[in-house]
Structure formats: C-alpha cells, structure tokens
C-alpha cells in the first residue's frame, strides 16, 4: 500500500511538472497567448460577452479533458514503470488536451494569439 502511494505521487507531481502552452509565467508579456475574439468585439465594449466567453472556456475545457484523459488511456503500459507510463500518459494528456482546446475555442470564434496579433489582425478588418 505504501509503494502504491508513493508511486501515485509521484505520477501526480510529473503531471503537474508537464505544464505546455498554458503555462506562460516564464514567457514576457509580449510573447504570453490569449484567446481574443475573431469577430474583435472586445469584451470592454461588451460586456455581455462575458457570459459568452464563460459558457463556451467551460464547454471546451471538458472536451479537452476527455480527449487528453482519452488518449492517456491508450499509453502502452505492457512492461513499464508505473513512474514511466505515469509521465507518458501527462505527456500524451497534455499533448493532446492543448490542441484540442485550442480548437474547439477557435470553433466558438476565439482565437488563441498573443495581444499584438490580435490587434493587428483586428487593424486589418
């Protein structure tokens, strides 16, 4: 019982050691992503977007999350560590929930781009 705790732990602290995209902390300002609206309504203008923007992050994190969580499951772990096929399945997770994320936003008009291309792209229409 023991053992399996510490390899459980273990597991967890890689998978919260597997940070992507999201994790921005370490990036300048400048370089940090975020999702804007295609369309460029701001939500400073409008704020009823906020709903909008909160009904459509909580859609599209849980449908990452079951893509991440779907392809973790198929990690082979046919003679492996448990440390090892924990991380691999992190990674596999996280490799696959950030697109996946990333999509479906984009599917909802938000755009994943640093603040820069965001007002270019919006100075253009």
Sequence with gaps: PMRAFV???CCLAVAGCAGGS????SLPEDQRKLFGRADCRRHADHPDLARDFERVQ???IARARAAGY????????YNHSPIVVG??????A????????ISCMAEHGYLWKT???????????
């Design 22 to 25: 999201f994790d921005q902390s």
């Design 7 to 9: 390899i459980l732990a």
């Design 87 to 92: 991380f691999a399945q992190a990674m596999t």
């Design 115 to 125: 603040k820069a291309e965001h007002e270019a792209m919006c100075r253009k229409s």
């Design 70 to 77: 779907s392809a973790a499951a198929s990690v082979n772990s």
């Design 58 to 60: 909580t859609v599209c």
């Design 94 to 101: 996280r490799d696959v929930a950030e697109p996946a994320l």
